[in-house]
């Protein structure tokens, strides 16, 4: 049952292979973690549906909803 004793691998090769599946593993959890939270800037346009809708139910007037969208815009 010692299986890394008796082939050219050794110990070091099973170590060396662990370390690198861990990095493995752990770039891809990097990178989905990176493009979670690169997609949450998408809420741009949510935020002017949001005003577009405040704008259609009266809430606010046309001069704030300009003033707002321009805010949002240069952001």
Known sequence: ???Y???????GG???MALFM???FG?????GVALLRRGGD???GSALRI???RLARGEIDTD???????TLRSR
């Open 1 to 3: 049952m010692h299986w």
């Open 5 to 11: 004793y008796d082939t050219p691998m050794g110990w």
């Open 14 to 16: 099973f170590l060396m």
């Open 22 to 24: 861990l990095l493995f």
């Open 27 to 31: 770039g891809l959890i990097a990178i």
């Open 42 to 44: 998408r809420n741009d």
């Open 51 to 53: 005003l577009e809708e």
């Open 64 to 70: 704030e909803f300009e003033r707002v969208r321009k």
